[in-house]
């Protein structure tokens, strides 16, 4: 019997064959102007360009074929084919050998060429009859798709054909990430966010290649994860939010669904449970856990500091592996976050000695913890991981011990930080953070961790000051389409100047997908239906 996955790679290069053979009888040739795929609006920029100055042309005659040694590179070639539906309304066929006249192609092919290193590299190959997307795994497929998005043009060329056509610069690209963890953060926590606004944003960030999403599940305010041997930390502790409004949760059910829905765009969720401190909503639910000597109230209001475990009671080492327990059966990727940070109210050496105990808890689980910089005070093993957020002396300590650091300074990387003066939502206690400022900065250099140290890059979205998806957008855009670029681009490839004119060019794409973002008047916006009039506080 002959193995049929065998075959498969034979369908592609019949494929092929019938593919140059169509070419020969060819009716017209397109003569497209001059282009430059140097010059594309590509965020983040890829590490290298050679431009050939044609043009492919995509119209309702291209086809997609994919690698189909397993289901991975076929769902790759479907994602794109639905996102260049939404974007030009043209149905591409997926590896059909009937799918009609067929003048040009876009092969998406795993490739075992040297010139890709790591899951994450792809080689773009733009030709003017076939774009050819190689990559090791579906993965770095998956980015090469968002650069091929991204070099659709938003609108077709009716003058160059009889149907529309959307003209693809030619050249070749060949790209990798300079850091392997670029995130954001958002905190469901201060205000509770729907399961559709989380996809949404997933949505968004995975355009830019982001990889990460860390959900701050749990806080003062908000217990926003069922964990079904506890069910009061979200009947209670779920049940309200920043200023007093309902809050609301996730269900372990809607958590897998925004799981699978991330990794369907490559993208890792990483669950945070805040604690020691940071635990008033826990302490309300189960009083039992309660370590500042009051009686826990539901809090609505945005100090923090105030709360802590009792880091000496076995109850509370029994209720914290229930957690770790129940959600890291829920969560594929490698790491768990136990916050850690702000615990003021916990004395230093419960504090270390809490984090030690946790540090062995999520272990047990199989994963690896993520902490808040305050951590690295602990006697950590060199498998976990620090966040800096705040101290520079925490993070060269958790360096000097050997654990990789995520770069999230608040000073430059805190989404939640106002623009200036004028803006309508956010804080400012860390910085003012206009869209260049959160630029221009360097995550290579800026604590002084040697670069191996570094794990990469994470720009956090708390929301005290936010309680829907148009102001998570506000804030969140269009600065965290710079971090992407910080954390995916070389340095040598990042220059504010070049990057302000592909920022501008992403606005059309915002709009399409009715982003509400901040209009900075900075960036000299094309097409853009805001106005600068829009900023000024009503
Ligand atoms: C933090 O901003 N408290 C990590």
Redesign the pocket.
Known sequence: MINSTLLKPFVLLFVIALFIGCQEHKMKEIVFPPTDLSLENLIPKPLKIVPTHDAFGLDHTTAIYTSQTDNSFEEVGSFLADKIKSKTNLRLAVNKTDAGQVDRMIFINQSESDELEGPEAYQLYISKDSIILNAKTSEGAFRGVQTLRQLIPETSNDTLAEMPLWPIPTGKILDKPNFEYRGSMLDVARHFFSVNDVKKYIDLLAYYKINVLHLHLTDDQGWRIEIKSWPKLTEVGGSTEVGGEAGGFFTQEEYKDIVAYAQQRYMMIIPEIDMPGHTNAASVSYPILNGNGKTPKLYEGTK?GFSTFDTRKDTVYTFIDDVVREISAITPGPYFHIGG??SHVTKKNDYNFFVNKVEKIVQKYGKQMIG?DEVATADLDSTSIAQF??SEKNAMEASRKGMRVIISP?KKA?LDMEYDTLSKHGLHWAAYIPVDTAYIWSPESYAGIPKENILGVEA?L?SETISNIDELEYLAFPRVIGYSELSWSTEENRNWENFKVRLANQAPYMERMDVKFYPSKLIDWKESRFTYKSIQKD
């Open positions: 923090v940070d702000e808040w957020w705040d608040a805190y956090p708390w």
